[in-house]
């Protein structure tokens, strides 16, 4: 039999969820799902015949959790002996290439073009403010925030960071700068000093690089090829995500799925939090529906072949109310006697942290942007906008409050004082929540709260997170808890259903078929703040939302 060599193409976005409706599917066809790319690299280690793994490494195509999930599973594959080569033209073609070359370093071997660089040039944490954009155009943002980290506002009312805001920034870009060090030495056989040095040298042209030991060999994609059919003879290609498929169609992987063993169930939350169902976001991109993901979860809690859940959250927050309701669910799938672990992606924070703490273990990425125990609240205000532009608006109401929320009159004073009492008692309730989940103290919840995003790792130091790892190991703990091994468990996708069950109409909210997403546009936006929002290129904001700076890169 010819030897099977394994490729991951890591040149494009990974899907963190699998798409919940047709049309996300299609969107969606030629992207891996994350998950498949690391379960198919597990299923890889004791197969025979299996004789080694090819990658290559593009400009930006992961999250900086997801690239160390990644890492994890190629780091895992490697330990069998079998060969590891990862491969690019460039990692930054005289740019940032810091995320692409921190994931090729779990490579054994690592080659690049001679006309390539290595952007080994660190990170950075940005944050976009609009304040003064939005003043030329006659809008007036009237927002507040619990407390001085909760920094999503500050887009809306600051024109520069504030000095928590940096303080918190900064300590993030530290924490993610210091795993990837640490990596970087560890996967080239080098002293975490040496690697900073080089990232002060950085950009370092493809010789520079070799001379330096970040890399093993200069050349095109065929002559990286060429080598390792000389070194393992004849093989065939696969990609990772299609090995996995056709590991998943053999006859005894499919009897296993048939023969109604003890389930795992995996519920995934991706995206914004609001209520409702969830939705497609754009070309590919989802929501987390309260009445869905709550579906869901009471679908695993009322299956008596579920033994376990695994919920998988990449959520930066959102409604209250809505991870509120969620967080119920969560609650009572643990009290039906099935114990739900947490494995967080690219972000849990505010209310995917919310929806997260109830769970009996929390994993999480040393990377995944965590917490956030803050909440915002406002309006904006475009009467200014409308006058300039000759749209006139007015109305009659009944009630002294009756236009409070609208975006076209100014908070009176009693109508603030109202928003900052409601702020107060979100708050309150929020790191209660926390403190009685956790098992943590009030005391102890304040300091690690009042809006901040921490690292996974730095989450993990204050009792916010259990354990480092990924999804993987979210399962291992899953089975652990009901005493099968991971073997043995058969892992289910909730919802999955078929598309007779999308098109009917549910009998009730039972009903695993309520647990359907909606498919809308990309357009979906609720309010004027939404609009401001995809007008400035920032991110939907809801009263549990972490804040927008977070992007390292």
Known sequence: ??????????????????????????????????????????????????????????????????????????????????????????????????????????????????????????????????????????????????YEYKNAADTFLASEMTDAHREAAGRLAASAMEQIVAGI?????????????????????????????????????DEVYAQLRRRLGGVRLRFVHRYRR?????????????????????VHGTGDIHLGRSTRRGLGGTSIGSDTMGAALRAAASDSDVRAVVLRVDS???????????????????????????????????????????????????????????????????????????????????GRNAWMFSAYRQFSDDEWQRLESWLDQVYDDFTAKVASDRGLSREHVEGAARGRVWSGADAQARGLVDELGGFERALEIACAHVGISRDEADVRIAPRLGILERMRSPESSEDLA???????????LRGPVDLLTAAFGVPRIGVLTTPVLWQLR
């Open 1 to 146: 039999m010819v030897a099977t060599l394994l490729e991951l193409d890591l040149t494009q976005p990974l899907l963190e969820a699998p798409p919940q409706d047709p049309i996300s599917a299609a969107l969606a066809r030629r992207r891996p799902l994350l998950r498949d790319l690391v379960d198919g690299l597990r299923l890889a280690t004791r197969d025979p015949d299996v004789a080694g793994l090819v990658a290559h490494v593009g400009g930006h195509p992961a999250s900086l959790a997801q690239v160390q999930e990644l890492r994890s599973a190629v780091r895992a594959f490697a330990a069998t002996g079998k060969p590891t080569v990862a491969w690019a033209e460039s990692f930054g073609e005289f740019g940032p290439g810091t995320v692409p070359y921190y994931l090729a370093t779990a490579f054994d071997d690592i080659w690049v073009q001679p006309s390539g660089d290595v952007g080994l040039t660190g990170l950075i944490a940005e944050a976009v403010f609009v304040k003064d954009a939005l003043a030329k155009l006659g809008v007036l943002p009237q927002m507040s925030q619990r």
């Open 185 to 221: 030495a560890d996967g080239r056989g080098l002293e975490s000093g040496q690697v900073r040095g080089l990232v002060d040298r950085a950009p370092l042209s493809a010789s520079q690089a070799k001379d330096a030991g970040l890399v093993d060999e200069l050349g095109y994609r």
């Open 246 to 266: 056709a590991r998943q169609l053999e006859p005894r992987h499919a009897l296993s799925r048939l023969s109604k063993g003890p389930a795992v169930t995996v």
């Open 316 to 398: 930066p927050g959102g409604s209250y109310v809505a991870s509120d309701a969620i967080r119920r669910e969560v609650r009572r799938v643990r009290d039906a006697g099935k114990p739900v672990i947490v494995s967080m992606g690219s972000a849990a924070a505010s209310g995917g942290y919310f929806i997260a703490m109830a769970s009996d273990t929390i994993v999480a990425q040393p990377s995944t942007l965590t917490g956030s125990i803050g909440v915002l609240g406002g309006k904006a205000v475009v009467r200014d906008l409308l006058d300039r532009l000759g749209i006139a608006r007015d109305g009659v109401a009944e």
């Open 514 to 524: 309520a647990a359907a997403a909606t498919s809308v546009g990309p357009g979906a």
